[in-house]
């Protein structure tokens, strides 16, 4: 029998201090060690939840395997005694085991059976430890079945089965999760404009070559975890579910960053702020996250001079299918910023009074020639400049908002039938302005202040000379005055928006130099985040990393994870802040 290699390489000092200090800025050991009270669940254990939680942090710092017995191994074996003294578990440790294990781990002189028993030693201690860190914050109705294999079915059943009181937990462990998440980013510089960005990871915990079908077919290694089909993380997969032969169980966590503006030494800089578990790319999730980032305490407050403007969320085109996202996140004081998939990028939807949206953009009744325009030349596949060129003139026809949308009840007038449904539909109501009357285009109506006949027209002639020698842009085919719809007969208009409606308009037309500016520093940002996430040094979410079955403590790790890489990118930035010494090295 092979005995059993321990790793007994020191834990890095200065990895040691970022640990034992987030967890001391995050405040987690006093809000966990506040809802045992509250639940009663005060127990005797091995080590503190202090100790648990940099043990927990070391891990990722140290780029070891999330397990709980090597967490224990790095805490009985790779620890000095002057860290262990420093985090208050010198005397809880075993020091028999812990010498016959450090002993071995350098020599190889011990027998395989005891090195076994005293592993195992270890490991039940530190074990003891963890389940009453999770107690008070692990909401997952499946405790004490994570290691059945079950069906499909008989996971959903007993999902349906959560009280207030599972609910009550994850919202517990969403608040412990954004305290460590938090604690890596405690003030922000200048510089930093409050504006999110939103984007979901997945953190694989099972990989299987292929997906059971049928009524009786079988979950995953975890029944918190849920299918997950993305090309991106297994390329060349079918992502279409019925037909799906590869793949993976998977936790889906929805992170919120906000960015740094102006850019940092040419490098645009994202840290995140919220971490949310589970109900990954979800409404609830998403939304759930920009509260959390709100909360952070990071984002300063909006001034009165900004207070009829939003901040915007940058998300990708998952949140954007969702019809009740932007309601949500326009009620939270932000404006969603994202891109259309390419099989709908250049459909126009009709709001009425003539106007349509265009790649989200609301454009005027007398500029759909140049909308016709612009989709010849993509179904022609003209060069990216021209089109481009196309769209910057149709920019300029766009309708620009007045004011803030506000939601209203769609209710028929008078009394309501006892028949009637109970559930109301529920319309936005936008005020867009004529671009005319904003001063960005020359419209023929927008002289309506002018008498009829041949001297209003030569006067309009006169003044389309004008506009056109001071190089500003002429509608193509304005309505005439007998057919001119609602919105030409004013300078702006109130709309009323159903949720489809809604979900398709945007502040800035898809594909235009204001929405990059909107929304392609924020995705390249991101990007760099979740790439550094993935294959960073020292916090990497691989597929071969955590090895244990429950995605509340995993959910945890994933917090620390991010933790880790705010920490790294402020100090390559040098915006880290300075840590507290311990009381004996303070000058």
Same mark, same amino acid.
């Given at each position: 029998?092979?005995?059993?290699?321990?790793?007994?390489?020191?834990?890095?000092?200065?990895?040691?201090?970022?640990?034992?200090?987030?967890?001391?800025?995050?405040?987690?050991?006093?809000?966990?060690?506040?809802?045992?009270?509250? &639940?009663?669940?005060?127990?005797?254990?091995?080590?503190?939840?202090?100790?648990?939680?940099?043990?927990?942090?070391?891990?990722?710092?140290?780029?070891?395997?999330?397990?709980?017995?090597?967490?224990?191994?790095?805490?009985?074996?790779?620890?000095?005694?002057?860290?262990?003294?420093?985090?208050?578990?010198?005397?809880?440790?075993?020091?028999?085991?812990?010498?016959?294990?450090?002993?071995?781990?350098?020599?190889?002189?011990?027998?395989?059976?005891?090195?076994?028993?005293?592993? &195992?030693?270890?490991?039940?201690?530190?074990?003891?430890?963890?389940?009453?860190?999770?107690?008070?914050?692990?909401?997952?109705?499946?405790?004490?079945?994570?290691?059945?294999?079950?069906?499909?079915? /008989?996971?959903?059943?007993?999902?349906?089965?959560? +009280?207030?009181?599972?609910?009550?937990?994850?919202?517990?462990?969403?608040?412990?999760?954004?305290?460590?998440?938090?604690?890596?980013?405690?003030?922000?510089?200048?510089?930093?404009?409050?504006?999110?960005?939103? &984007? !979901?990871?997945?953190?694989?915990?099972?990989?299987?070559?292929?997906?059971?079908?049928?009524?009786?077919?079988?979950?995953?290694?975890?029944?918190?975890?849920?299918?997950?089909?993305?090309?991106?993380?297994?390329?060349?997969?079918?992502?279409?579910?019925?037909?799906?032969?590869?793949?993976?169980?998977?936790?889906?966590?929805?992170?919120?960053? +906000?960015?740094?503006?102006?850019?940092?030494?040419?490098? *645009?800089?994202?840290?995140?702020?919220?971490?949310?578990?589970?109900?990954?790319?979800? !409404?609830?999730?998403?939304?759930?996250?920009?509260?959390?980032?709100?909360?952070?305490?990071?984002?300063?407050?909006?001034?009165?001079?900004?207070?009829?403007?939003?901040?915007?969320?940058?998300?990708?085109?998952?949140?954007?299918?969702?019809?009740?996202?932007?309601?949500?996140?326009?009620?939270?004081?932000?404006?969603?910023?994202?891109?259309?998939?390419?099989?709908?990028?250049?459909?126009?939807?009709?709001?009425?009074?003539?106007?349509?949206?265009?790649?989200?953009?609301?454009?005027?009744?007398? #500029?759909?020639?140049?909308?016709?325009?612009?989709?010849?030349?993509?179904?022609?596949?003209?060069?990216?400049?021209?089109?481009?060129?196309?769209?910057?003139?149709? /920019?300029?026809?766009?309708?620009?908002?007045?004011?803030?949308?506000?939601?209203?009840?769609?209710?028929?007038?008078?009394?309501?039938?006892?028949? #009637?449904?109970?559930?109301?539909?529920?319309?936005?109501?936008?005020?867009?302005?004529?671009?005319?009357?904003?001063?960005?285009?020359?419209?023929?109506?927008?002289?309506?202040?002018?008498?009829?006949?041949?001297?209003?027209?030569?006067?309009?002639?006169?003044?389309?000379?004008?506009?056109?020698?001071?190089?500003?842009?002429?509608?193509?085919?304005?309505?005439?005055? *007998? !057919?001119?719809?609602?919105?030409?007969?004013?300078?702006?208009?109130?709309?009323?928006?159903? &949720?489809?409606?809604?979900?398709?308009?945007?502040?800035?037309?898809?594909?235009?130099?204001?929405? /990059?500016?909107?929304?392609?520093?924020?995705?390249?940002?991101?990007?760099?985040?979740?790439?550094?996430?993935?294959?960073?040094?020292?916090?990497?979410?691989?597929?071969?990393?955590?090895?244990?079955?429950?995605? +509340?403590?995993?959910?945890?790790?994933?917090?620390?994870?991010?933790?880790?890489?705010?920490? *790294?990118?402020?100090?390559?930035?040098?915006?880290?802040?300075?840590? !507290?010494?311990?009381?004996?090295?303070?000058?």
């Amino acid at each position: 029998m092979m005995t059993p290699r321990i790793n007994d390489a020191s834990v890095n000092e200065f990895a040691f201090a970022c640990a034992l200090e987030l967890v001391r800025r995050s405040g987690a050991v006093e809000r966990i060690e506040r809802w045992n009270q509250e &639940d009663c669940n005060v127990r005797q254990v091995p080590f503190q939840v202090r100790v648990v939680l940099v043990v927990m942090q070391l891990l990722i710092a140290e780029n070891e395997q999330i397990h709980w017995r090597q967490a224990a191994l790095l805490l009985g074996v790779r620890m000095s005694d002057q860290q262990l003294r420093e985090l208050g578990a010198y005397d809880a440790v075993d020091h028999e085991d812990r010498k016959l294990l450090r002993r071995h781990a350098r020599y190889r002189c011990e027998a395989p059976d005891r090195v076994r028993k005293a592993q &195992d030693r270890m490991y039940m201690a530190f074990k003891r430890s963890v389940d009453a860190l999770l107690e008070p914050v692990d909401g997952s109705p499946f405790k004490g079945m994570r290691r059945r294999r079950m069906a499909t079915a /008989e996971v959903m059943r007993i999902r349906k089965t959560m +009280t207030e009181a599972h609910h009550a937990k994850y919202d517990r462990l969403h608040e412990l999760l954004n305290l460590l998440v938090r604690a890596s980013v405690p003030v922000l510089p200048q510089g930093w404009t409050g504006s999110l960005i939103l &984007d !979901t990871t997945i953190i694989p915990v099972g990989r299987r070559t292929q997906k059971y079908f049928g009524p009786e077919k079988l979950h995953g290694p975890d029944p918190d975890s849920d299918w997950t089909t993305l090309d991106r993380y297994f390329p060349g997969s079918n992502t279409d579910e019925t037909n799906c032969m590869h793949g993976a169980y998977a936790y889906g966590m929805t992170i919120a960053k +906000t960015m740094a503006m102006p850019e940092l030494d040419g490098v *645009s800089l994202a840290v995140a702020l919220a971490w949310h578990q589970p109900n990954g790319g979800t !409404t609830a999730g998403g939304l759930a996250a920009i509260d959390g980032g709100r909360a952070s305490g990071a984002i300063a407050p909006q001034t009165a001079k900004h207070k009829d403007k939003y901040r915007t969320v940058v998300t990708d085109m998952g949140f954007s299918d969702k019809l009740d996202f932007k309601p949500g996140a326009h009620a939270r004081g932000y404006e969603a910023i994202h891109n259309y998939r390419k099989m709908d990028i250049n459909k126009t939807t009709d709001i009425g009074h003539g106007v349509v949206l265009f790649r989200g953009a609301p454009v005027c009744p007398g #500029a759909h020639s140049l909308i016709d325009e612009y989709q010849k030349l993509a179904s022609k596949g003209v060069d990216h400049d021209t089109r481009q060129a196309k769209l910057a003139e149709i /920019e300029k026809f766009t309708m620009v908002r007045r004011g803030l949308p506000q939601p209203k009840q769609d209710r028929p007038p008078g009394r309501p039938r006892k028949d #009637a449904p109970t559930t109301v539909e529920t319309k936005h109501s936008v005020t867009f302005r004529c671009p005319a009357a904003a001063g960005r285009v020359f419209c023929a109506l927008a002289c309506s202040d002018l008498d009829e006949g041949d001297a209003r027209l030569a006067d309009v002639a006169r003044k389309e000379q004008i506009a056109h020698d001071q190089g500003m842009l002429i509608m193509p085919t304005p309505p005439t005055p *007998s !057919t001119a719809p609602a919105v030409c007969e004013q300078d702006s208009l109130t709309f009323s928006l159903d &949720d489809y409606q809604y979900k398709r308009w945007q502040v800035a037309m898809v594909g235009t130099q204001k929405h /990059e500016e909107l929304g392609k520093g924020g995705r390249a940002a991101d990007e760099a985040f979740h790439g550094f996430m993935k294959s960073g040094s020292g916090a990497q979410f691989r597929e071969d990393r955590f090895l244990i079955v429950n995605g +509340t403590a995993i959910a945890i790790f994933g917090a620390m994870v991010v933790a880790s890489v705010n920490q *790294s990118l402020l100090e390559a930035h040098d915006l880290h802040t300075p840590m !507290t010494p311990p009381e004996d090295e303070a000058a």
